[in-house]
């Protein structure tokens, strides 16, 4: 059987996308590759160099142009509550990873730590309040 799935695209909500690329392009390294607006809503994808086929997409609360005010507002509740999940990204070297992170003013939730499960990760918040982890696999 040809398997020919891969990921392409995740997607994180963000509640002020320029306020967001201060943390994914500034302090976690990842290029722009595009930048879109319709009708008040705004995407922003990013992604690592090492990973020309992988797209991070920053998007705004509910962009479904049929949801509900409703929806969208209990959306922007559980964002705010940092309820909504964020992304795994792998690194080489956690530590190093964590100190530039921080330096470039990241809000730790974690620092490096080895879990029993075979890595040793540390965590973060982005400005919107999702938690974005950062994990190297145990030698």
Same mark, same amino acid.
């Given at each position: +059987? $040809? $398997?020919?799935? !891969?990921?392409?695209?995740?997607?994180?909500?963000?509640?002020?996308?320029?306020? @967001?690329?201060? /943390?994914?392009?500034?302090?976690?390294?990842?290029?722009?590759? $595009?930048?879109?607006?319709?009708?008040? +809503?705004?995407?922003?994808?990013?992604?690592?160099?090492?990973?020309?086929?992988?797209?991070?997409? &920053?998007?705004?609360?509910?962009?479904?142009?049929? @949801?509900?005010?409703?929806?969208?507002?209990?959306? !922007?509740? &559980?964002?705010?509550?940092? &309820? &909504?999940?964020?992304?795994? /990204?792998?690194?080489?070297?956690?530590?190093?990873? /964590?100190?530039?992170?921080?330096?470039?003013?990241?809000?730790?939730?974690?620092?490096?730590?080895?879990?029993?499960?075979?890595?040793?990760?540390?965590?973060?918040?982005?400005?919107?309040? $999702? +938690?974005?982890?950062?994990?190297?696999? !145990?030698?």
């Amino acid at each position: +059987m $040809n $398997n020919d799935i !891969k990921l392409s695209q995740c997607f994180i909500t963000v509640d002020d996308a320029d306020e @967001a690329l201060g /943390f994914y392009r500034d302090a976690l390294g990842l290029e722009v590759r $595009n930048d879109v607006g319709y009708q008040g +809503m705004r995407w922003v994808t990013l992604g690592s160099p090492e990973q020309p086929d992988v797209a991070v997409v &920053l998007e705004t609360p509910l962009p479904d142009p049929g @949801a509900s005010e409703a929806d969208r507002e209990a959306v !922007k509740e &559980l964002l705010a509550k940092g &309820l &909504l999940r964020g992304v795994i /990204f792998s690194t080489e070297d956690v530590d190093a990873t /964590f100190e530039r992170v921080r330096a470039a003013g990241g809000e730790v939730l974690q620092e490096p730590v080895d879990q029993h499960y075979g890595v040793r990760d540390c965590a973060f918040r982005d400005p919107a309040g $999702n +938690m974005i982890r950062f994990a190297q696999p !145990k030698a």
